[in-house]
């Protein structure tokens, strides 16, 4: 049975891009009233929020996702504007390649800080809210190195591990309040980030922003008895690669 995602309130944070502007724009189509949140570029953000005004309710809020303060007031603006809040999609990341020795406690932090904290804490300002919707899903993206570990990403790697097992925590201790978590593990999406990291990578065979954007279409259209904890999803080439 597919449920009408019309209406429905979205926080998406990574909306500027890739991932996460394919899925606002999927999700804008189904009439869902959209909040992108966070991010230093306000004007990339902006240019998104304006595009996808054409479709639906749309607001930007450009800040830094490791404020707790911004977030909770990012949350609370977003419920306040729009009645609530059904949807949390955290999609921002960061990636960077470099050998395990080389890697120092800035760069350490700033990744786990991006691909960790940051969705914690923002899942954690807005479940108050969530608790009240009758649709209430969460999806993490993480990531294929959540599974497997790649040479020149051990920072990486780790922040998307430890993504995935909280989400297999939240899950369970969500469960209750009806409160769906969920964590999609892409593999070589073709992003900019992957071509600012990878530039030897071809796009050929690689996944596509909007293959992941319709699988989390299906995870919310699809809120049956049947539930799915995590996604794979799996690239057509084989060689090693970056997500």
């Given at each position: 049975m597919t449920e009408s995602l019309q209406d429905k309130v979205l926080v998406l944070t990574g909306g500027a891009g890739g991932i996460g502007r394919a899925v606002a724009e999927k999700l804008a189509d189904c009439g869902m009233r959209i909040a992108l949140l966070g991010g230093r570029r306000a004007d990339k953000l902006e240019a998104v929020r304006a595009e996808l005004a054409r479709r639906t309710r749309c607001m930007a809020l450009p800040g830094e996702l490791n404020d707790p303060e911004f977030l909770r007031r990012s949350v609370k603006?977003?419920?306040?504007?729009?009645?609530?809040?059904?949807?949390?999609?955290?999609?921002?990341?960061?990636?960077?390649?470099?050998?395990?020795?080389?890697?120092?406690?800035?760069?350490?932090?700033?990744?786990?800080?991006?691909?960790?904290?940051a969705p914690f804490f923002l899942t954690q300002a807005a479940l108050p809210y969530l608790k009240r919707s009758g649709a209430a899903t969460v999806v993490n993206i993480a990531s294929v190195v959540a599974h497997s570990g790649y040479p020149l990403q051990s920072v990486?790697?780790?922040?998307?591990?430890?993504?995935?097992?909280?989400?297999?925590?939240?899950?369970?201790?969500?469960?209750?309040?009806?409160?769906?978590?969920?964590?999609?593990?892409?593999?070589?999406?073709?992003?900019?980030?992957?071509?600012?990291s990878r530039p030897d990578l071809s796009p050929e065979g690689m996944i596509v922003p909007e293959e992941v954007a319709e699988v989390v279409h299906f995870l919310l259209a699809h809120r049956g008895n049947a539930v799915i904890d995590e996604i794979l999803l799996h690239r057509v080439a084989k060689e090693p690669f970056l997500v």
């Amino acid at each position: 049975m597919t449920e009408s995602l019309q209406d429905k309130v979205l926080v998406l944070t990574g909306g500027a891009g890739g991932i996460g502007r394919a899925v606002a724009e999927k999700l804008a189509d189904c009439g869902m009233r959209i909040a992108l949140l966070g991010g230093r570029r306000a004007d990339k953000l902006e240019a998104v929020r304006a595009e996808l005004a054409r479709r639906t309710r749309c607001m930007a809020l450009p800040g830094e996702l490791n404020d707790p303060e911004f977030l909770r007031r990012s949350v609370k603006t977003v419920a306040d504007a729009f009645g609530g809040i059904d949807v949390l999609i955290n999609n921002a990341g960061a990636a960077q390649s470099t050998p395990f020795a080389e890697i120092t406690p800035e760069e350490f932090d700033r990744l786990m800080a991006v691909n960790v904290r940051a969705p914690f804490f923002l899942t954690q300002a807005a479940l108050p809210y969530l608790k009240r919707s009758g649709a209430a899903t969460v999806v993490n993206i993480a990531s294929v190195v959540a599974h497997s570990g790649y040479p020149l990403q051990s920072v990486y790697s780790a922040g998307k591990h430890a993504l995935l097992g909280w989400t297999k925590s939240l899950a369970r201790e969500c469960y209750k309040d009806g409160i769906r978590v969920h964590a999609i593990s892409p593999g070589g999406v073709y992003t900019d980030m992957v071509k600012l990291s990878r530039p030897d990578l071809s796009p050929e065979g690689m996944i596509v922003p909007e293959e992941v954007a319709e699988v989390v279409h299906f995870l919310l259209a699809h809120r049956g008895n049947a539930v799915i904890d995590e996604i794979l999803l799996h690239r057509v080439a084989k060689e090693p690669f970056l997500v």
